[in-house]
């Protein structure tokens, strides 16, 4: 049995097994994510998909016509996303050292946003990340992707796959303290007539739902929460997240109504008011308060 040298993370063997045996969820999850962005309308454009993988994601949205953008922390796996999605561009980064370009959508699929890289991914970066997010999307722009959730994993005894060429095992480890779980990641390669042993261990940090809408609403984000991407079922213990930049016209919507309601709130304690300290621009309010009983005085 050949012996490598431990990968910090998915090595050429980890990343090939991960692709053979467990792109599922990206298959699976493909259709309904399409749809989610359809409904709202971004049919083209360019997607950042972070965490990107083997590119399975970002061969689904090549094939739909998007201009796709993928960044992922193993070299391994970028490899093997230019030989599937040959449209899109990679690189090789943290996605939280990321420089995201404007864009009409961003995913993080398969609790990216979860894996502690080099120690730096805790609460504030992510809060951090999520402020370039914010920035970089397009007005009606969305952020889609799913986190790990507190609990995850815990207690649950050593698991084992198995191909025609490769062989997981992984042991859990629950840190309780910071809200993590460690993946300890045994795999075994066939190279030849032998099999190549390799070990990573994968830090993930755990998330509340009520933590993350938070991070997302200080960072401008409306934010709704879902188990499913369209038809298919998030795995226990993740949820998945889509927060909308608002578009221009509910921007102004919003400001509207602030304003009406501040003038409103002026006219509930004056009976009669200067009509004229309302502005050209004021018809709404000016009908709003004569529908309340409020008389408007010229001056």
């Not at 090595?11 to 409904?39: C, K, M, N, S, T």
Request: proline share 5%; charged share 20%.
């Amino acid at each position: 049995m050949n012996r490598e040298q431990p990968s910090s993370f998915y090595g050429v063997d980890l990343a090939y097994i991960h692709d053979a045996g467990f792109g599922g969820f990206a298959e699976g999850a493909a259709p309904g994510l399409l749809e989610l962005l359809h409904r709202n309308r971004i049919r083209a454009g360019p997607i950042v998909d972070l965490g990107c993988g083997s590119g399975i994601w970002a061969r689904h949205l090549t094939n739909a016509g998007y201009q796709v953008i993928g960044v992922d922390i193993s070299a391994a796996m970028i490899d093997l996303a230019h030989k599937r999605a040959p449209d899109a561009v990679f690189q090789v980064g943290s996605v939280h050292k990321f420089d995201f370009p404007p864009c009409r959508a961003i995913t993080a699929l398969g609790e990216v946003l979860c894996y502690r890289d080099g120690g730096s991914n805790n609460h504030k970066s992510l809060a951090s990340l999520f402020q370039k997010a914010a920035a970089a999307l397009a007005p009606a722009g969305v952020l889609i992707f799913d986190v790990a959730e507190v609990g995850l994993d815990k207690n649950r005894p050593p698991t084992y796959r198995a191909g025609a060429d490769w062989a997981c095992l992984v042991r859990f480890e629950y840190d309780a303290r910071r809200d993590q779980l460690i993946r300890h990641i045994t795999s075994f390669r066939q190279v030849g007539m032998l099999y190549r042993r390799q070990e990573e261990s994968h830090h993930v940090q755990l998330f509340r739902r009520g933590e993350i809408t938070e991070m997302l609403r200080k960072v401008g984000l409306r934010v709704r929460t879902v188990r499913s991407y369209g038809d298919y079922n998030l795995l226990p213990g993740r949820i998945g997240f889509i927060a909308h930049e608002p578009s221009p016209r509910k921007i102004f919507s919003a400001i509207s109504n602030r304003y009406l309601s501040i003038a409103n709130s002026l006219l509930l304690r004056f009976r009669s008011f200067p009509a004229n300290l309302l502005g050209p621009t004021s018809c709404r309010m000016r009908k709003a308060a004569e529908r309340g009983g409020f008389a408007l005085t010229e001056s």
